[in-house]
């Protein structure tokens, strides 16, 4: 199709004009992950605007309007009114963060409302839409070959899209029982709990036989959904007793607290653990994760890689369970782990939003500069 015209300054010296747009501006994972770049955004080189489909504004919600040049409410404008809005603020570059996800805006990307779109962080897989023109990744989650799984043009980063915002009432780390067994564990919802992650995991049990497992998640509050997932695991050797299922706790801190009760989170696959992975790590857990070929089954492996933990990254259900059995078994390692996992990731690409802002900021201009040139 033509390509709309735009009345936007051409010139790739001035400012530009950015406009992210997301449902998830308030308590929510993604801001968990989108606030440190917000921060450390040069607002001398770049005017943020930030389109909220946001129903009810929290503390979250004011911390990012502050953080912002401009915040634009959106949930009560239709789509071509929101098209209208972001033509009439004449942004440069619009990058949605929700991509298919609950409360996004994608159709009124369709309209094509600004020169340059792309899509970033929310959403781990293509728009599948034509007018998205690049999707913001990395080398690791999608690695050469990455672009037959894409509608859009691959901006890799050469180090983790990821820059994480440890909970500031996070409880200190809790120091493991002496002498105990080994307590396995995963918060990742139940939803990402497939077969191979089941097989994996009970592989990693048997391995260990004193071990336990728990999993917590907001859907183990119904009886017979931990019928069926206790099922799943004897059919893999592991008996019931040995699993222990919790369901949502109160609130933020008793949830973070709970990582105190478990020594080495395991992941899921295909879709990882992106916050829980952050989560775990930050509260002393060392995650284990079968790393497959698609950005969702690539995530925590990236995570681990920043951190310099990629030893705890398979390949395989076999050696998932070998890289889980071992760590278990080196109680030393396990404590060091514990004992350093804060200043490991303080120090890592991982919580580094100032470093993370100036290189998307350079693909940003990139972009433009290209857009400008056709």
Same mark, same amino acid.
């Given at each position: 199709?033509?390509?709309?015209?735009?009345?936007?300054?051409?010139?790739?010296?001035?400012?530009?004009?950015?406009?992210?747009?997301?449902?998830?501006?308030?308590?929510?994972?993604?801001?968990?992950?989108?606030?440190? @770049?917000?921060? *450390?955004?040069?607002?001398?080189?770049?005017?943020?605007? +930030?389109?909220?489909?946001?129903?009810?504004?929290?503390?979250?919600?004011?911390?990012?309007?502050? @953080?912002?040049?401009?915040?634009?409410?959106?949930?009560?404008?239709?789509?071509?009114?929101?098209?209208?809005? %972001?033509?009439?603020?004449?942004?440069? %570059?619009?990058?949605?963060?929700?991509?298919?996800?609950?409360?996004?805006?994608?159709?009124?990307?369709?309209?094509?409302?600004?020169?340059?779109?792309?899509?970033?962080?929310?959403?781990?897989?293509?728009?599948?839409?034509?007018?998205?023109?690049?999707?913001?990744?990395?080398?690791?989650?999608?690695?050469?070959?990455?672009?037959?799984?894409?509608?859009?043009?691959?901006?890799?980063?050469?180090?983790?899209?990821?820059?994480?915002?440890?909970?500031?009432? *996070?409880?200190? /780390?809790?120091?493991?029982?002496?002498?105990?067994?080994?307590?396995?564990?995963?918060?990742?919802?139940?939803?990402? +709990?497939?077969?191979?992650?089941?097989?994996?995991?009970?592989?990693?049990?048997?391995?260990?036989?004193?071990?336990?497992?728990?999993?917590?998640?907001?859907?183990?509050?119904?009886?017979?959904?931990?019928?069926?997932?206790?099922?799943?695991?004897?059919?893999?050797?592991?008996?019931?007793?040995?699993?222990?299922?919790?369901?949502?706790?109160?609130?933020?801190?008793?949830?973070?607290?709970?990582?105190?009760?478990?020594?080495?989170?395991?992941?899921?696959?295909?879709?990882?653990?992106?916050?829980?992975?952050?989560?775990?790590?930050?509260?002393?857990?060392?995650?284990?994760?079968?790393?497959?070929?698609?950005?969702?089954?690539?995530?925590?492996?990236? /995570? @681990?890689?920043? %951190?310099?933990?990629?030893? $705890?990254?398979?390949?395989?259900?076999?050696?998932?369970?070998?890289?889980?059995?071992? @760590?278990?078994?080196?109680?030393?390692?396990?404590?060091?782990?514990?004992?350093?996992?804060?200043?490991?990731?303080?120090?890592?690409?991982? $919580?580094?939003?100032?470093?993370?802002?100036?290189?998307?900021?350079? *693909? $940003?201009?990139?972009?433009?500069?290209?857009?400008?040139?056709?």
């Amino acid at each position: 199709p033509q390509q709309p015209r735009f009345e936007n300054d051409s010139a790739t010296d001035r400012p530009l004009r950015i406009g992210y747009l997301s449902g998830d501006f308030r308590q929510h994972a993604v801001m968990r992950f989108f606030e440190p @770049l917000l921060a *450390a955004h040069d607002r001398g080189r770049f005017h943020i605007t +930030l389109y909220a489909n946001v129903n009810r504004e929290d503390e979250v919600s004011h911390r990012a309007r502050a @953080l912002a040049d401009a915040w634009v409410p959106t949930v009560a404008m239709t789509d071509d009114e929101l098209a209208d809005r %972001i033509r009439a603020d004449r942004i440069d %570059i619009a990058i949605d963060l929700a991509g298919h996800s609950a409360a996004n805006r994608l159709p009124a990307l369709a309209r094509r409302p600004a020169p340059v779109q792309m899509s970033y962080l929310g959403y781990p897989n293509t728009t599948g839409m034509s007018a998205v023109d690049y999707v913001i990744t990395d080398t690791d989650l999608d690695p050469p070959g990455s672009e037959q799984w894409h509608t859009e043009r691959l901006i890799r980063l050469d180090r983790t899209m990821h820059a994480y915002l440890p909970p500031a009432d *996070a409880p200190a /780390i809790a120091s493991a029982p002496p002498g105990a067994p080994v307590r396995f564990g995963s918060f990742n919802r139940i939803e990402k +709990l497939s077969d191979t992650s089941v097989r994996a995991w009970s592989a990693a049990l048997v391995a260990v036989p004193e071990s336990s497992l728990t999993i917590k998640s907001p859907g183990l509050a119904d009886e017979q959904t931990r019928r069926l997932l206790l099922d799943r695991f004897a059919a893999h050797g592991v008996a019931g007793e040995r699993i222990r299922l919790l369901g949502r706790d109160r609130d933020e801190v008793e949830h973070l607290a709970r990582y105190g009760e478990i020594d080495i989170a395991l992941d899921s696959y295909p879709y990882n653990g992106t916050t829980t992975t952050c989560e775990a790590l930050w509260m002393g857990a060392p995650v284990v994760t079968l790393q497959g070929p698609t950005r969702v089954a690539r995530t925590t492996a990236g /995570i @681990l890689r920043a %951190i310099g933990l990629a030893e $705890l990254i398979a390949t395989g259900t076999e050696q998932f369970a070998q890289i889980a059995a071992e @760590l278990a078994r080196d109680r030393g390692r396990l404590a060091e782990l514990r004992r350093s996992m804060r200043a490991r990731m303080t120090a890592s690409p991982l $919580l580094d939003g100032i470093d993370l802002a100036r290189r998307i900021e350079a *693909a $940003l201009r990139r972009a433009w500069e290209a857009r400008t040139s056709m």
